[in-house]
């Protein structure tokens, strides 16, 4: 069968889109076999919907956001599944990334994100989905923490902390 470039482009993007959150969900230890630091980054009880929190996970090298939305999210936590957490690095090029709006955004060529929506990019240069660190809740105390990271944080070769 041959395949257009268009062909070729729509198939890659759809099978990408698919198999993006398949694959984010594959490994919950880091490439080394070593599990991801677990690593208090707030409490649901001081989370205001659109205010986000910035915290650094899985190294002081990169820094992040937890943030509550007002409705639920994909991989979301607590009572309303809304609260979600990202690398805060653009997958572009590297740039710190601000969430105004109900999403992302990266100021050097506008590329935004969805925390709703796993990170999927949907405007500007960015690719690839801003990596969503997964979070772990304490029903009883409310604390939160960073368990493991879905997605390749921008400048690194592999997962690895
Ligand atoms: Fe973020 Fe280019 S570095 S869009």
Partial sequence: MKLSRRGFV???AATGAVARPILAHASSMMPDG???????????????????????????????????????????????????????????MGCPVAFKGGRFICPCHYSMF????????YQGLASDYLPQIKLRIDATSGDIHADGVSGLIWGRQNDAA
């Avoid at 208090?40 to 919907?49: D, E, H, M, W, Y």
């Avoid at 007002?70 to 599944?81: M, S």
């Avoid at 969805?114 to 990019?121: L, T």
Wanted: charged share 15%; with cysteine.
């Fill in 114 to 121: 969805d925390p709703a929506k796993n990170g999927v990019p």
């Fill in 34 to 92: 070593k599990p991801w630091p677990s690593i208090k980054v707030g409490n649901a009880n001081q989370l205001s919907a659109g205010k986000p929190i910035s915290f650094n996970y899985p190294d002081a090298g990169s820094p992040a956001w937890l943030l509550k939305l007002k409705a639920p999210a994909y991989e979301g936590i607590g009572p309303d599944r809304s609260i979600v957490a990202f690398s805060g690095i653009c997958t572009h």
């Fill in 10 to 12: 729509q198939v890659s």
